[in-house]
């Protein structure tokens, strides 16, 4: 089955095709840094690392660009309540971004562009639609002329008409209409700026990914991303910059990811209610927040609490068990030879259905199902007294190919290796053989405070962790 995406501008589901074979161009929208990232953030941050992580499973070259807004106005405001400048603020909330999205277990980009190292692309874009007579300026801003535009408003899906109060701006009399949308701001006294043949000010937040795209990527891209609430204004007013200045499509596929809520409300500045990524990895294993995430088709709403949590963890540790039993397993087995056929067909099986699944519009939730029938082959097999190398390999391999992909099984460095709890449970052994006691309890109190579980089977000690 070839890969299938819905694809937020048709609004039905598109065979993916490459406008380069066996290469992706793929842009998602990236913060605007004047604050930590809250779980809500964590949606398409997460989708898009997977996204981009089964592309490359299936042989794909991606170039993944997202972006840091590294001035607006909101970044304005929250320099002068700190007591600081715009780019040392930037710096801060750059670096926590990173630092929070690595802690998901989120890979890094291939390039993470800034607004204000692409000042000149910018400007240069603004003066192109000048020029073409879709912009014009008024008392040193720029506005885009959407009248211009005969297809604005073909990504959300609505008419000029509907559209007028969607526009982060306040209506005045510098613009021809209602709906035109701010390219080039004026810069108020005091406030950091850039020269332009406007005069000193700073681009409007929708010029900035439409430079970028074609800076970094070309006119035409293959995947644009990003949150449900992105569709309109943004995505939509970049689609009316980029492509009349372009004449090309500046995305083949835009893809969106639905709301996160908490306890079945929206997640809102006024509830007070949002959490931060940061303080959340301080409360349980990035891994669950990971796995919780991807257990819903990223295209429905995602209710988050206590419960869901609660859920995701004991499902995930599941998997996790599963993979250290391998991984146990074949430390200590000796038993060579091939692997049963009926095996090796079932587990070929169950990853068809893995890429199937993930071919059907990134669904990971069925993709989950397929590890979860993987790793009730694994624990059956575990349940035999003689094992085959061969096989347990396969099987941790192909749990292993999984986690690429999903990015769930835990990667923590705190915690003690695979070996060194090895080594500890064969040193407890044989002190329960030499009747130390003292020293068998210690290290099974030592393994009990990491998080590590014995179980005597009648194939031997089993261990899991936490």
């Given at each position: 089955?070839?890969l ?24 998602v ?8 990232i ?50 040392e ?118 010029i ?43 995305a ?27 303080d ?7 891994e ?27 499902a ?12 146990h ?23 068809n259905?893995?890429v ?20 009730s ?49 064969v ?40």
């Amino acid at each position: 089955m070839t890969l299938r995406v819905y694809n937020t501008l048709t609004r039905k589901k598109e065979e993916f095709v490459p406008i380069e074979a066996g290469k992706v161009k793929m842009y998602v929208c990236g913060p605007t840094v004047y604050n930590y990232i809250h779980i809500g953030n964590g949606r398409p941050v997460i989708f898009f690392d997977v996204v981009r992580r089964f592309l490359e499973s299936q042989k794909y070259e991606v170039t993944y660009i997202t972006n840091f807004t590294d001035v607006d106005d909101k970044m304005i405001r929250k320099a002068e309540e700190l007591g600081v400048t715009v780019p040392e603020l930037a710096e801060t909330f750059i670096a926590a971004f990173l630092e929070d999205i690595k802690a998901l277990g989120v890979h890094e980009a291939t390039l993470n562009p800034r607004v204000t190292e692409n000042m000149p692309e910018i400007i240069e874009f603004i003066a192109a639609l000048v020029e073409k007579g879709y912009a014009y300026e008024a008392r040193g801003d720029v506005y885009y002329r959407t009248t211009k535009f005969a297809e604005y408003g073909k990504l959300s899906h609505q008419n000029l008409e509907e559209l007028q109060y969607g526009i982060r701006i306040e209506v005045d009399d510098r613009k021809e209409n209602p709906q035109d949308f701010v390219l080039w701001k004026a810069a108020k006294p005091g406030e950091i700026y850039w020269d332009s043949p406007w005069g000193q000010g700073r681009p409007g937040w929708h010029i900035e990914c439409s430079a970028m795209v074609r800076k970094y990527l070309g006119e035409t891209i293959d995947i644009h991303g990003g949150g449900q609430d992105l569709t309109f204004p943004h995505h939509e007013c970049e689609i009316a910059q980029t492509e009349a200045v372009t004449g090309h499509p500046m995305a083949n596929y835009w893809l969106h990811n639905a709301f996160l809520n908490i306890d079945n409300e929206k997640m809102s500045k006024s509830l007070g209610n949002g959490i931060l990524i940061r303080d959340l990895v301080q409360q349980l294993k990035p891994e669950v927040f990971r796995f919780f995430m991807l257990s819903a088709h990223y295209r429905n709403p995602l209710n988050f609490s206590d419960e869901s949590l609660k859920q995701a963890a004991n499902a995930l540790e599941r998997i996790q068990n599963a993979n250290d039993n391998l991984k146990h397993r074949l430390a200590t087995a000796s038993a060579s030879g091939e692997a049963d056929a009926a095996l090796v067909a079932r587990v070929a099986a169950i990853a068809n259905q893995f890429v199937e699944k993930m071919n059907d519009d990134f669904n990971t939730p069925d993709a989950i199902t397929a590890v979860f029938d993987l790793v009730s082959e694994a624990n059956l097999y575990l349940q035999q007294e003689r094992v085959h190398t061969a096989a347990l390999q396969l099987l941790l391999d192909q749990l292993q190919a999984f986690d690429q992909t999903l990015g769930i099984l835990s990667k923590q460095t705190d915690e003690l290796l695979d070996e060194e709890i090895e080594q500890l449970i064969v040193e407890r052994t044989e002190a329960r053989k030499s009747k130390n006691w003292a020293r068998a309890d210690e290290i099974r109190d030592l393994l009990t405070e990491k998080g590590i579980f014995l179980e005597d089977t009648p194939q031997g000690i089993r261990w899991r962790r936490k």
